[in-house]
């Protein structure tokens, strides 16, 4: 998933500062966070706008991340954990970076995941929807419903609305 890809990623560098802080996954979060406060700018502009600021100023940003990754892995133990974060991130640095260039997509993709939530804490319930035919009403159910949020509607009363 690439989408995915950019949240574990950055995900990765504070799960390994929450356990084992250090100069440089303080570093990486405060270079990542500058990322994000330059999103949180450009947060509800148009897509034209967000483009061109994210090429006028997170290309520059990204590009001293992945020097300052690259100087900071030549100082890590390979067989460390930050090491590690830092080469999965440039295993997956065209997708990490694959925002800069379409003002349409975001940083990351936390909004998927919290929609996504409440699926992925109902699973084990799914699992009894008593037949295939069963899973897949409760597949449209979710679709319908995520539909008329997404679109600021009130799912029960969409629902339950009667078409004239």
């Not at 950055?10 to 500062?17: A, R």
């Not at 947060?43 to 991340?65: C, F, N, Y």
């Amino acid at each position: 998933m690439v989408i995915g890809e950019r949240c574990v990623t950055w995900i990765s560098f504070h799960e390994i500062h929450v356990v084992h802080a250090s100069p440089t996954t303080t570093e990486a979060l405060a270079r990542i966070g500058a990322l994000y406060a330059l999103e949180d700018e450009i947060r509800g502009k148009p897509i034209d706008m967000r483009r061109s600021v994210r090429q006028a100023r997170a290309k520059r940003l990204i590009s001293e991340l992945r020097t300052w990754m690259e100087k900071a892995l030549h100082r890590l133990s390979s067989k460390s954990e930050t090491a590690g974060a830092i080469r999965y991130a440039f295993s997956r640095w065209r997708a990490l970076t694959r925002y800069t260039d379409d003002g349409m997509l975001e940083i990351d993709n936390s909004a998927a995941e919290r929609a996504l939530r409440a699926v992925a804490l109902g699973r084990k319930n799914f699992l009894f929807a008593g037949s295939d035919s069963g899973g897949e009403r409760a597949a449209a159910m979710y679709t319908l419903i995520g539909s008329a949020k997404l679109n600021g509607l009130d799912p029960e009363l969409y629902l339950s609305t009667r078409p004239q």
